[in-house]
């Protein structure tokens, strides 16, 4: 018997243009302490479908089907009979189903306690003494994983760690004991580490409490570490669906396929990742490269073209002055010409600042960052005038968020050729020729050119923040997590169009991620950040198979595989967590073979790994 | 704030002072073309025992209290508010019980706007669109159209034509100079009501709209829909949650309401001959009455700091994010 099932389930929204079918015929269930992972890209309706189950759609959508709710605490009832606006939705949320949103911080609020709004939830549905609630509110904070449930309960959310607050959201949601758990991407905003702790918390809570629950999520590692079965839905319709384990085994299904083959997974030898249709031009890219270029020095491959050497930078606030936490902590790192280099850590490591370091965009405390401006080495810091001009188009960025990083009121050919009106460059059709040449570059139509923003999708705006990237062939593109913003099928085109582009063109990328799969794809060598330092840098492949530091190690075991059989082992990512990380011990880094530096805990004259 | 208020009274003193002459100049000026020689000397003696001929900041100093004038200290740091020469009296008389009287003016307009635009704006918020939400849009947009002096003249000649009342002042006139009692504070009351009601309306029209959107904008926020989600009912969440953050905007704005509504309410106070600061305000500016001006001016000044002092206070109450930061960043 089904704790919660999905029978024919539609959903319509009315727009200006006639109503919009968001769920067409889903069908499924959740059986009872049973985890179903419901998987699809964003815009597939799997959050929709959440908001539906809770009664918590908009008032201009229009649900059909049954959703019927049989979880043995209450009579069993059909959800998408009951009117959302009505009290008699009340009793459900929280008490029977409970709802554990994306964003923690966002889903918190920032003006109350933590405990205050666990207890509010158990007060909401039974009848107990405030007290009683604040009992319970501080149980469910110790089975949730608090070591100090008392002082978690007087936080506030902004107070609290990002795994600490999801731990928190958890606890909100369990408070007034539901059956049910609904889980919206739980962990999608966490980093690795933390993700792998939840996923296991998860999983325990499930066990302990009988809980059925229903995750959504579009990751196919997230989905073959926790699922027993699975839902995979597309456009609104259910496209697979069964036990987990014989999907990933026996899929027939192509779209299926395509979301795995998408996936960059560790240690899987591919050249290219399957795509799921929209390929760039490849022609474009030689074109592009024959253009006479303004710039190029005829210097060698893998002569060094910038390196930071212990850089430090502290960010304090003005009440601590400068010796707030370091953000970057005696670096060095170099990147040589034609160089693919990847910069992993997990947020708040200092790889953002990093990055800025390299572009001038932050002056660091000390140390010094070198650039080999037509072979000769100047101190970045130093650089002025012309030089500076000289520098600025040489190292070019793409940010994280193609949303925020486009000027909506500028058409896609004016925020192409900007570039070339900062620096003075090419004459009103030399800039028409080169924006053409650009678009055609990163595999969009030419139409494009006179659009705006806002007509385009997360992907295709990333395609045009990388052709304003390009637009002066610079020798270094710095890419501050470009893909974590988009769906896995997108950032597959993105990753592959940034190798085809690197191969013609021949620019060095420094390549920002959080996701190993995504870095050991695009990256000759990696360095692993942690805390304001490179706790170890090697070549990609000796980097994934023979990790050194406990940090690197733990990072790699945490990493959800998108494989049943590889598939996250909660224990050891558990075991990996326990180890010492030698944060405060005198590290110094080590050589340990041709290319690999490991960060090594110095003890008495005697060199010993960090662990 | 201490210094903040020696800035304020350098920047409002020099105001003050910058057209060209002074109250005596022109007096003198007036008395010549009159051809009457017996006032020059009283003039010559007035601007000794007030120094208008010491340099500017010398007379800036003097004001303040911390340079001996013609009869030692006497500034605002020794509780001397300086003399009217308008009115030939002490600053602290001609304005004696107004200033009371505006403060209570002032808070009963402040809260009213509060009392009115606070239910209305979140019952709008609720339902948008709906009949509160309509009509409310509709009286505050016609309570921001009609200039408040023209309400208030409506009020008076229609009050005056229908129930023989009359509503100008702020006390019957018999109470006007007799002392303070239980009768007297009566028809202060009696009186308050209209004028408040003229000055609030318009306020209130521009609060409700501006809570409705706020609470509006918060009421999609993922908290609110995670509060929901726990099972809280409507009134609770709405009251517990998007309020609280909306609120914050308007409890940021009582240091500009304030002393907005000294100066803000001068016409309706000229229309209703309310005994409140601002006309003297006036008068003061228009006869360059030095101190007279500089004083209200720094008064109001005071009033905003006081103001922001308060608002940030309770904002430090109403957000733990402003009371932590410091803590959290440390």
Same mark, same amino acid.
């Given at each position: 018997?089904?704790?919660?099932?999905?029978?024919?389930?539609?959903?319509?929204?009315?727009?200006?243009?006639?109503?919009?079918? $968001?769920?067409?015929?889903?069908?499924?269930?959740?059986?009872?302490? #049973?985890?179903?992972?419901?998987?699809?890209?964003?815009?597939?309706?799997?959050?929709?479908?959440?908001?539906?189950?809770?009664?918590?759609?908009?008032?201009?959508?229009?649900?059909?089907?049954?959703i019927?709710?049989?979880?043995?605490?209450?009579?069993?009832? =059909?959800?998408?009979?009951?009117?959302?606006?009505?009290?008699?939705?009340?009793? *459900?949320?929280?008490?029977?189903?409970?709802?554990?949103?994306?964003?923690?911080?966002s889903?918190f609020?920032?003006?109350?306690?933590?405990?205050?709004?666990?207890?509010?939830?158990?007060?909401?549905?039974?009848?107990i003494?405030?007290?009683?609630?604040?009992?319970?509110?501080?149980?469910?904070?110790r089975?949730?994983? &608090?070591?100090?449930?008392? @002082?978690?309960?007087?936080?506030?959310?902004?107070?609290?760690?990002?795994?600490?607050?999801?731990?928190?959201?958890?606890?909100?949601?369990?408070a007034?004991?539901?059956?049910?758990? /609904?889980? =919206?991407?739980?962990?999608?905003?966490?980093?690795v580490?933390?993700?792998?702790?939840?996923?296991?918390?998860?999983?325990?809570?499930?066990?302990?409490?009988?809980?059925?629950?229903?995750? *959504?999520?579009?990751?196919l590692?997230?989905?073959?570490?926790?699922?027993?079965?699975?839902?995979?839905?597309?456009?609104?319709r259910?496209?697979?669906?069964?036990?987990?384990?014989?999907?990933?085994?026996?899929?027939?299904?192509?779209?299926?396929?395509?979301?795995?083959?998408?996936?960059?997974?560790? @240690?899987?030898?591919?050249?290219?990742?399957?795509?799921?249709?929209?390929?760039?031009?490849?022609?474009?890219?030689?074109?592009?490269?024959?253009?006479?270029?303004?710039?190029?020095?005829?210097?060698?491959?893998?002569a060094?073209? *910038?390196?930071?050497?212990?850089?430090?930078?502290? &960010?304090?606030?003005?009440?601590?002055?400068?010796t707030?936490?370091?953000?970057?902590?005696?670096?060095?790192?170099?990147?040589?010409?034609?160089?693919?280099?990847?910069?992993?850590?997990?947020?708040?490591?200092?790889?953002s600042?990093?990055?800025?370091? &390299?572009?001038r965009?932050?002056?660091? =405390?000390?140390?010094?960052v070198?650039?080999?401006?037509?072979?000769?080495?100047?101190?970045?810091?130093?650089l002025?005038?012309?030089?500076?001009?000289?520098?600025?188009?040489?190292?070019?960025?793409?940010?994280?968020?193609?949303?925020?990083a486009?000027?909506?009121?500028?058409?896609?050919?004016?925020?192409?050729?900007?570039?070339?009106? /900062?620096?003075?460059?090419?004459? @009103? #059709?030399?800039?028409?020729?080169?924006?053409?040449?650009?678009?055609?570059?990163?595999?969009?139509?030419?139409?494009?050119?006179?659009r705006?923003?806002?007509?385009?999708?997360?992907?295709?705006?990333?395609?045009?923040?990388?052709?304003r990237?390009? $637009?002066?062939?610079?020798?270094?593109?710095?890419?501050?997590?470009?893909?974590?913003?988009?769906?896995?099928?997108?950032?597959?085109?993105?990753?592959?169009?940034?190798?085809?582009?690197?191969?013609?063109l021949?620019?060095?990328?420094? &390549?920002?991620?959080?996701?190993?799969?995504?870095?050991?794809?695009? $990256?000759?060598?990696?360095?692993?950040?942690?805390?304001?330092?490179?706790?170890?840098?090697?070549?990609?492949?000796?980097?994934?198979?023979?990790?050194?530091?406990?940090?690197?190690? $733990?990072?790699?075991?945490?990493?959800?595989?998108?494989?049943?059989?590889?598939?996250?082992?909660?224990?050891?990512?558990?075991?990996?967590?326990?180890?010492?990380?030698?944060?405060?011990?005198?590290?110094?880094?080590?050589?340990?073979?041709?290319?690999? #530096?490991?960060?090594?805990?110095?003890?008495?004259?005697?060199?010993?790994?960090?662990? | 704030?201490?210094?903040?208020?020696?800035?304020?009274?350098?920047?409002?003193?020099?105001?003050?002072?910058?057209?060209?002459?002074?109250?005596?100049?022109?007096?003198?000026?007036?008395l010549?073309?009159?051809?009457?020689?017996?006032?020059?000397?009283?003039? !010559?003696?007035?601007?000794?025992? +007030?120094?208008?001929?010491?340099?500017?900041?010398?007379?800036?100093?003097?004001?303040?209290?911390?340079?001996?004038?013609?009869?030692?200290?006497?500034?605002?740091?020794?509780?001397?508010?300086?003399?009217?020469?308008?009115?030939?009296?002490?600053?602290?008389?001609?304005?004696?019980?107004?200033?009371?009287?505006?403060?209570?003016?002032?808070?009963?307009?402040?809260?009213?706007?509060?009392?009115i635009?606070?239910?209305?704006?979140?019952? !709008?918020?609720?339902?948008?669109?709906?009949?509160?939400?309509?009509?409310s849009?509709?009286?505050?947009?016609?309570?921001?159209?009609?200039?408040?002096?023209?309400?208030?003249?409506?009020?008076?000649?229609?009050?005056?034509?229908?129930?023989?009342?009359?509503?100008?002042?702020?006390?019957?006139?018999?109470?006007?100079?007799?002392?303070?009692?239980f009768?007297?504070?009566g028809?202060?009351?009696?009186?308050?009501?209209?004028? !408040?009601?003229?000055?609030?309306?318009?306020?209130?029209?521009?609060?409700?709209?501006? %809570?409705?959107?706020?609470?509006?904008?918060?009421?999609?926020?993922?908290?609110?829909?995670?509060?929901?989600?726990?099972?809280?009912?409507?009134?609770?969440?709405?009251?517990?949650?998007?309020?609280?953050?909306?609120?914050?905007?308007?409890?940021?704005?009582?240091?500009?309401? %304030?002393?907005?509504?000294?100066?803000?309410?001068?016409?309706?106070?000229?229309?209703?001959?309310?005994?409140?600061?601002?006309?003297?305000?006036?008068?003061?500016?228009?006869?360059?009455?030095? +101190?007279?001006?500089?004083?209200?001016?720094? +008064?109001?000044? !005071?009033?905003?700091?006081?103001g922001?002092?308060?608002?940030?206070?309770? %904002?430090?109450? %109403?957000?733990?994010?402003?009371?932590?930061?410091?803590?959290?960043?440390?």
């Amino acid at each position: 018997m089904p704790a919660l099932s999905f029978r024919d389930v539609t959903l319509d929204f009315a727009t200006s243009g006639g109503p919009l079918r $968001a769920l067409d015929g889903v069908s499924f269930d959740v059986g009872r302490g #049973r985890t179903v992972a419901l998987v699809g890209e964003s815009g597939s309706g799997k959050s929709t479908l959440a908001l539906a189950a809770m009664g918590l759609l908009p008032r201009h959508a229009k649900l059909g089907g049954t959703i019927l709710l049989d979880d043995g605490k209450a009579p069993a009832i =059909d959800l998408a009979r009951l009117k959302p606006g009505s009290g008699a939705f009340r009793p *459900i949320r929280g008490g029977r189903i409970g709802l554990v949103f994306q964003e923690p911080l966002s889903a918190f609020s920032p003006v109350h306690t933590v405990g205050r709004q666990i207890s509010e939830a158990a007060l909401a549905h039974e009848q107990i003494t405030p007290a009683a609630a604040r009992a319970r509110a501080i149980e469910i904070l110790r089975l949730t994983g &608090f070591r100090d449930p008392e @002082r978690g309960y007087d936080a506030y959310p902004f107070e609290l760690s990002g795994g600490l607050r999801q731990r928190a959201m958890i606890a909100v949601a369990l408070a007034a004991r539901p059956p049910v758990l /609904i889980a =919206d991407e739980p962990t999608t905003a966490l980093d690795v580490t933390i993700q792998a702790q939840i996923l296991a918390l998860l999983d325990r809570l499930k066990g302990e409490l009988g809980l059925s629950i229903l995750f *959504i999520t579009h990751d196919l590692g997230v989905v073959a570490a926790i699922a027993d079965d699975l839902v995979v839905l597309y456009r609104g319709r259910v496209m697979e669906r069964g036990p987990a384990d014989a999907v990933f085994e026996a899929s027939r299904h192509p779209y299926f396929q395509a979301l795995k083959g998408a996936n960059p997974g560790l @240690r899987r030898k591919q050249d290219r990742l399957a795509v799921i249709g929209g390929e760039s031009d490849a022609g474009a890219a030689a074109r592009y490269a024959a253009a006479p270029s303004r710039h190029r020095d005829d210097v060698d491959a893998g002569a060094p073209l *910038i390196v930071a050497e212990n850089v430090t930078k502290a &960010f304090g606030t003005r009440r601590t002055g400068g010796t707030g936490a370091r953000a970057l902590d005696h670096v060095s790192l170099a990147i040589a010409r034609g160089e693919s280099v990847g910069l992993v850590g997990e947020s708040g490591s200092g790889k953002s600042t990093l990055a800025k370091v &390299f572009m001038r965009a932050v002056v660091p =405390d000390s140390g010094k960052v070198t650039f080999h401006l037509k072979g000769v080495p100047r101190d970045v810091a130093t650089l002025a005038g012309d030089d500076l001009g000289r520098f600025r188009r040489r190292v070019t960025y793409v940010f994280q968020d193609p949303y925020a990083a486009l000027n909506p009121r500028m058409t896609v050919r004016d925020t192409i050729v900007e570039p070339f009106a /900062i620096h003075g460059l090419a004459d @009103r #059709r030399g800039r028409d020729a080169r924006a053409r040449e650009l678009i055609d570059l990163v595999g969009l139509p030419r139409s494009a050119l006179d659009r705006y923003p806002p007509s385009f999708s997360g992907g295709q705006r990333q395609r045009i923040a990388i052709a304003r990237a390009l $637009a002066l062939k610079p020798e270094l593109l710095i890419l501050d997590e470009p893909t974590s913003a988009l769906d896995v099928s997108v950032q597959a085109q993105i990753l592959n169009l940034l190798g085809d582009l690197r191969r013609e063109l021949g620019f060095a990328y420094l &390549f920002i991620s959080h996701d190993l799969a995504v870095v050991e794809h695009v $990256a000759e060598r990696v360095a692993v950040m942690r805390r304001g330092r490179i706790v170890e840098e090697a070549p990609a492949k000796r980097l994934f198979a023979d990790a050194m530091h406990p940090y690197t190690r $733990a990072l790699i075991a945490a990493a959800p595989e998108a494989d049943r059989k590889t598939r996250l082992d909660f224990a050891a990512v558990s075991a990996a967590a326990k180890s010492d990380w030698g944060d405060d011990a005198d590290v110094r880094m080590t050589d340990i073979a041709p290319g690999h #530096r490991v960060a090594m805990t110095v003890t008495k004259g005697s060199h010993a790994a960090a662990a | 704030m201490v210094p903040a208020l020696f800035a304020v009274s350098l920047l409002i003193f020099a105001v003050v002072e910058l057209p060209p002459g002074d109250y005596l100049s022109n007096e003198l000026q007036e008395l010549q073309s009159q051809g009457e020689g017996a006032g020059a000397a009283r003039i !010559a003696f007035l601007r000794k025992e +007030f120094s208008f001929d010491e340099p500017f900041l010398v007379r800036y100093a003097i004001w303040v209290g911390v340079w001996p004038g013609a009869n030692g200290f006497e500034g605002l740091l020794q509780g001397e508010w300086g003399w009217s020469f308008q009115k030939s009296k002490p600053v602290s008389e001609v304005l004696g019980d107004r200033i009371g009287l505006t403060a209570l003016l002032n808070l009963a307009t402040v809260f009213l706007v509060y009392l009115i635009a606070f239910p209305i704006g979140v019952a !709008a918020a609720r339902r948008p669109n709906g009949v509160v939400d309509t009509t409310s849009a509709l009286l505050s947009y016609l309570g921001l159209a009609i200039p408040s002096f023209l309400l208030a003249l409506i009020l008076l000649t229609s009050a005056h034509a229908w129930f023989g009342m009359t509503i100008g002042g702020l006390m019957d006139p018999r109470f006007e100079n007799a002392p303070w009692s239980f009768e007297k504070l009566g028809s202060v009351a009696a009186h308050l009501a209209i004028p !408040a009601l003229v000055i609030a309306l318009g306020s209130a029209g521009i609060m409700i709209r501006r %809570l409705r959107a706020n609470l509006l904008d918060e009421m999609n926020k993922p908290y609110v829909v995670a509060a929901r989600a726990r099972g809280l009912n409507e009134t609770t969440l709405t009251m517990r949650y998007p309020l609280r953050v909306a609120f914050a905007p308007f409890v940021a704005d009582i240091g500009n309401l %304030l002393p907005s509504m000294v100066s803000g309410s001068v016409i309706v106070s000229v229309v209703l001959n309310l005994q409140t600061v601002g006309p003297v305000l006036l008068d003061a500016l228009r006869g360059q009455d030095t +101190f007279l001006a500089a004083f209200i001016l720094f +008064f109001t000044a !005071a009033l905003t700091l006081v103001g922001m002092l308060i608002s940030d206070l309770i %904002l430090a109450a %109403l957000d733990p994010r402003i009371r932590l930061g410091e803590r959290s960043s440390a």
